[in-house]
């Protein structure tokens, strides 16, 4: 397996093995360049330019500098390096290539949800929170829903509390929504109770999101 790194978009990639493409992304998180555009090439015998999702990958001690750490073609990343997925998409997408293809993916990353013991190194460094993390408010319940997802097994998050909340524009007061039973500290505005919410949207509309 081969990671291909590229400044600039460029996927006509013809390489005599199953191949990724990593690319740079000129986006900073307090002047860490931490993200990267990850994209599957496919097998010799079988190319293809499928999308898997945003990654962000950090190097231990890495500095705010504004560069990125991973410029050259690799195998696999070396061990103080961690990436983690932007979004469940990302996970989803993985979990979907064939075997070993999404184990190998994940192992030459060296991704942290899928190698939880990659947080205890990972989570005093100053990239941690300030980049890896930066975009999630619940990081525990993004772990294990993009767990279930690479395991494929779901039946532990019937008893997960899972809520969410965001902001409207000009509005000082969050709207947050809660899945689960109802408890006494919660109000009928705010409580969805053991439903089941189907969401309709076009593809790519961000509907797993």
């Known amino acids: 397996m081969e990671f291909i790194v ?3 978009k460029n996927l006509n990639i ?3 093995r199953e191949s990724f493409a990593l690319i740079q992304n000129s986006w900073n998180d307090n002047k860490l360049k931490t ?5 599957y090439l496919g097998t010799p015998s079988k190319r293809e ?3 898997i999702g945003t990654v962000k990958i950090l190097k231990l001690d890495q500095q705010p500098d504004l560069l ?3 410029t050259k073609n690799f195998k696999r990343l070396p061990d103080d390096f961690a990436s983690l997925g932007q979004s469940l998409d990302y996970y989803q ?3 979907e290539l064939p075997e070993p293809t999404s184990y190998q993916l994940l192992k030459s990353l060296n991704d942290v949800i899928d190698t939880p013991s990659l947080q205890k190194k990972f989570e005093r460094q100053y990239g941690w929170e300030k980049s890896i993390y930066r975009e999630f408010d619940e990081p525990q319940i993004f772990t294990n829903l993009a767990t279930s997802l690479l395991r494929k097994k779901f039946d532990n998050l019937a008893g997960d509390k899972l809520s969410f909340k965001f ?4 509005s000082e007061t969050a709207i947050e929504f809660t899945f689960g039973n109802w408890t006494p500290n919660q109000t009928h505005n705010n409580l969805l109770t053991n439903r089941i919410i189907t969401i309709i949207g076009r593809n ?3 509907k797993s999101t």
């Open 167 to 170: 902001h409207v524009k000009d």
């Open 49 to 51: 330019q499928t999308f």
């Open 68 to 70: 990125h750490t991973i």
């Open 204 to 206: 790519g509309s961000g």
């Open 14 to 16: 013809h390489i005599e």
């Open 93 to 95: 997408r993985i979990s």
């Open 6 to 8: 590229q400044a600039v």
């Open 35 to 39: 993200q990267y555009s990850l994209y």
